[in-house]
């Protein structure tokens, strides 16, 4: 086993979040149902977007913490639940595919 040196972009994935997952939340939502704008990283980095993904993330049951829509917040953390259990980001999509019946793999939400 060796010890490897995260670098901050890996580190903050796992502290929980980037805006880099926020961004990729909106793509995700927006081609399961409409429910947001498609946001690229710089846009989620620069911008507050972070309500309406939650929103998006509400209309398909999934409760989420988004703390990722301003450079100037001191950092950020997504935190996903269904029904009061936190579950991961994989699994809130699998969720919300399943409630809207609309099963999309990550190549078609991604461009």
Known sequence: MTNEILKDAELDRVA???YSET??????LNSLNGSTDR????RILYGNHDGEI???????GVQALIYSGS???GGSYNKYFIN???VTQEQAR????NVTGH???RSDWEW
């Open 16 to 18: 929980g979040g980037t």
């Open 23 to 28: 961004a990729d939340d909106s793509r995700f």
């Open 94 to 97: 699998q969720h919300a595919m």
């Open 54 to 60: 939650v929103r998006g993330w509400a209309k398909v």
């Open 71 to 73: 450079f100037f917040n």
């Open 84 to 86: 009061g259990n936190q």
């Open 103 to 105: 099963y999309m793999k």
């Open 39 to 42: 946001y690229g990283d710089e």
